[in-house]
């Protein structure tokens, strides 16, 4: 592990060693609840007109409009359609049907008169105010044409995506698989959240975060295992991650310079890059090829794995997601800050309701509990040694 890249070079090392899988997205179908979040694989066209009739706009009378051209008009109410099932009766010459909003126009009828501008007494109604040929009328169609696209390529499916493929009488809907990962945490001393400490021990923290922080930037966790400091345990562990799916692999810990450093054992024989970035925390780094599969390696320390995929994986895979970027913004600091002179700092904050930010924590690799209180991370540049409170910083949201 000699010399130190930067946080850049290693991010663009990773960016190219993940681009094939922007190539190789298969597409699957899913019902419509279960595909927010998908990106639409090819365009959609709407089977229907929408709406898929003429409707009323509004609650009130449907009518001729040259009958009340001139006002007021006083007509017999012949009828009344509801938005039901059915076609209604055709509007006879000099009379109105009473309407309600989303109820089929009759036929005869071009305008509908709100219930606002008539008053009724005895089945008679009054209009009080003329309408065009028109007025609110919704005619089929005029939302989209049947055939006309739907939703385009590419689409990031929402709420309200969702609601137009159910209103064209979709229930499902193709969409770009999600990138498949593999998540292994090493280290004999993890044990599984919640089992009992023995000496030594600590609970695997690690892999329940970077599961999480997957599926956040839309992709899918297909294997996750954790493993002792053993290389032909590590070696299956690979093997099974490769069986269940996995396009890319990240581990934890392992990759640093002491003894019992089986992701570096493993992966240094096969060609790997075994090295650090000038970086706090979060310097030792590894990248690989497994059997073809793209392995990322990170530190165990949990606060230097997280930050690890926040910045140098996270934006792949929001990016094949079609998420948009994690948000970046310039803030003044609360306090002063002291760095080291050729690593860039990533430090754990706090926005202020103020536009400032505040520290949270120091920087040390295994504060947890800092960085849970934080909600960005502030950025010091490698050739900063000192901000003081009032200086502009970036920050990237967590």
């Known amino acids: 592990m000699t010399g130190r890249i930067t946080v850049e070079e290693h991010a663009q090392g990773i960016a190219a060693m993940l681009a094939p899988l922007r190539e190789r997205r298969g597409v699957e179908t899913l019902p419509l609840l279960d595909a927010r979040g998908r990106l639409v694989a090819s365009s959609i066209p709407s089977p229907i007109d929408l709406p898929p009739f003429r409707n009323s706009q509004m609650d009130g009378f449907a009518v001729r409009a040259a009958e009340v051209a001139e006002v007021p008009a006083s007509l017999p109410i012949v009828g009344e359609v509801a938005a039901a099932p059915g076609e209604p009766p055709a509007l006879a010459p000099g009379t109105v049907t009473r309407i309600m909003t989303g109820a089929p126009i009759p036929a005869g009828a071009d305008a509908v008169v709100p219930v606002e501008d008539t008053t009724v007494d005895a089945g008679t109604v009054t209009i009080l105010r003329s309408r065009a040929a028109g007025a609110f009328v919704r005619e089929a169609g005029s939302d989209l044409a049947a055939g006309a696209v739907l939703l385009g390529d590419g689409v990031l499916l929402e709420s309200r995506h969702l609601a137009a493929l159910a209103a064209s009488g979709l229930t499902e809907v193709e969409v770009q698989q999600r990138v498949r990962v593999a998540v292994i945490s090493t280290g004999s001393e993890l044990v599984a959240p919640g089992q009992p400490l023995g000496a030594g021990e600590i609970p695997d ?138 690593r860039r700092q990533y430090l754990r904050g706090r926005r202020l309701p103020d536009g400032r930010v505040e520290l949270v924590g120091g920087p040390g690799s295994h504060l947890v509990a800092a960085l849970a209180a934080a909600d960005v991370l502030v950025s010091v540049p490698d050739a900063v040694v000192e901000l003081a409170a009032g200086d502009l910083v970036e920050v990237l949201g967590l």
């Open 205 to 342: 923290s690690n892999g329940v975060a970077l599961q999480a922080a997957v599926v956040a930037t839309g992709a899918d966790v297909v294997f996750a295992s954790r493993v002792r400091d053993d290389v032909e345990r590590l070696r299956a562990a690979f093997d099974d991650a490769i069986a269940a799916g996995a396009e890319v692999l990240l581990t934890s810990g392992g990759v640093s310079m002491g003894e019992h450093e089986v992701v570096r054992e493993l992966l240094e024989p096969l060609g790997a890059w075994v090295g650090a970035v000038a970086m706090q925390p979060g310097g030792p780094q590894a990248t690989a090829h497994y059997r073809g599969l793209p392995v990322i390696g990170f530190p165990g320390n949990p606060v230097s794995s997280q930050l690890s995929f926040a910045l140098f994986v996270a934006p792949v895979l929001r990016e094949i997601a079609g998420l948009p970027p994690a948000a970046r913004e310039q803030r003044r600091l609360a306090a002063s800050v002291t760095s080291i002179l050729g």
